[in-house]
């Protein structure tokens, strides 16, 4: 069973609709990569998987009893988010928030897995530091611990090394594939870096004046991927 289902989907917010009859399935350890010319709508589909914004039509379904709140989900930062007064151990443990539920403190449980996922990024020796204080890619592993402390099942990144140098991008793209191939976590990535979607995704969805969904060999060999390639859009 497909953990995510989209049937038929109509996207938009604010009345104004943005895309219709948008149709694709993200089964357990797969890795998709959602790519796009600006102002697509890849935002405003991943709000709208989260619940944030509701469908104008069609159907979201979620597998294996997932719930929209139990999607582990890494948003693009914003200045503000950049200067929180935290440290990377109390980021991280904030991910726990929904397994909480009405309890009002995190429990043995929680923090021993904040620690594990501290432990998987590579973050022990920062964990006590102070979040505003790390550099920018030591902030997007504290984020992507935080979001596998929502869930074992799906991660939702929306530009995740939007920002980086390369050498910081090259190391999160091989965590985040790491996670995906030796955890078997299941990806969803927003990316406007078409080379490393056709790199590392199982599947790609492309949306846009053309709208395509297939596994990564049959999107390079679409005419959607020749199109937009060769007629040099922006992801």
Request: hydrophobic share 35%.
């Amino acid at each position: 069973m497909a953990l995510l289902d989209c049937r038929e989907l109509a996207l938009g917010y604010e009345g104004r609709e943005v895309l219709r009859g948008l149709n694709f399935r993200v089964s357990e350890g797969d890795y998709l990569c959602i790519v796009g010319e600006n102002g697509s709508g890849k935002s405003t589909l991943v709000k709208t998987v989260l619940g944030l914004l509701p469908p104008l039509g069609g159907e979201i379904a979620f597998g294996d009893g997932l719930r929209a709140d139990e999607i582990g989900y890494l948003p693009q930062q914003t200045d503000v988010q950049r200067d929180f007064p935290a440290s990377v151990r109390e980021v991280v443990l904030s991910g726990c928030l929904s397994r909480c539920g009405r309890t009002p403190f995190y429990g043995k449980e929680e923090k021993a897995l904040a620690g594990e996922n501290i432990k998987k990024l590579g973050l022990e020796a920062l964990e006590r530091r102070c979040y505003r204080e790390l550099s920018g890619g030591q902030q997007q592993r504290v984020l992507l611990a935080r979001a596998l402390c929502a869930t074992q099942k799906l991660l939702l990144l929306d530009e995740p090394v939007s920002g980086l140098d390369p050498k910081v991008t090259q190391e999160l793209y091989d965590i985040i594939a790491g996670l995906n191939r030796r955890e078997n976590v299941t990806v969803i990535m927003i990316s406007h870096d078409i080379d490393a979607a056709v790199q590392y995704a199982s599947h790609i969805l492309h949306i846009g004046s053309s709208v395509f969904f297939g596994t990564r060999d049959e999107y390079i060999a679409s005419d959607v991927s020749r199109s937009f390639v060769n007629g040099g859009g922006g992801l």
